[in-house]
Structures are given as C-alpha cells and as structure tokens.
C-alpha cells in the first residue's frame, strides 16, 4: 500500500512561489502499477479539484487555472509541485494523489497553501 507525505506548504505574497513535494512510500515509477500520480487542491467552501498530475507514458496534464504557472515532476520516489505568480485564489490544501491501474486511489494528508494579497 503506498502512504503519501506531503511538505512545502506555507505562506506566500502574491506573485512569490512555493514547491511541494510528496514522498511516497514505495516506488511511484512502478508503472506496472501507477496509472496517475499529482496533485489536487481544495479552497475553503469548495470541491477537490486537479491542479495537475502525471499521466502513465509520462505526459502532464494540468488544469487551466495553472497553466503556465505551475510544473509537475516527479523522481523515483517522490512527486513535486512548483508553483510560480502565486495568487490569492490559489490558497487551499494541496493533496497528493496517486491512482493505480486497478482504479484504487491514495491521498496524502495534505499540506495548506496560503497566498496573502
């Protein structure tokens, strides 16, 4: 079972930048079993959304409201987020994700991001 630990988070200007780094518990680049690994993130009063993630074969999806923005990567056992032009409506909780092939899904605890005007 891979256990996810996210750090990095903290608080930010706007405009300023953070990286957050999610280390998992066993290899993620064991593409035999990982079918995504990334990010998502939850504001006050509003639903978990994808901020980006890293698709089987390598490719990267990221939503529109990060684009250009932000950067995902990853290493053998560990999932990063650069996040660059902070803004106030990027503040939430940011959770790593990985979901194997079989479809079953892990979270990490997440890690709060907050960005002051």
């Known amino acids: 079972q891979v256990q996810l630990v996210e750090s990095g988070g903290g608080l930010a200007q706007a405009g300023g930048s953070l990286r957050l780094s999610c280390e998992a518990s066993?290899?993620?680049?064991?593409?035999?079993?990982?079918?995504?690994v990334g990010w998502y993130r939850q504001a006050p009063g509003k639903q978990r959304e994808l901020v980006a993630n890293?698709?089987?074969?390598?490719r990267t999806n990221y939503a529109d409201f990060v684009k250009g923005r932000f950067t995902i990567s990853r290493d053998s056992t560990k999932v990063y987020l650069q996040m660059n032009s902070l803004a106030p409506e990027d503040t939430g909780v940011y959770y790593c994700?990985?979901?194997?092939?079989?479809?079953?899904?892990?979270w990490g605890q997440g890690t709060q991001v907050t960005v002051s005007s």
């Open positions: 994700h990985v979901r194997e092939v079989s479809g079953f899904d892990f």
């Open positions: 066993q290899s993620i680049l064991n593409v035999n079993n990982v079918a995504t």
């Open positions: 890293i698709i089987r074969g390598g």
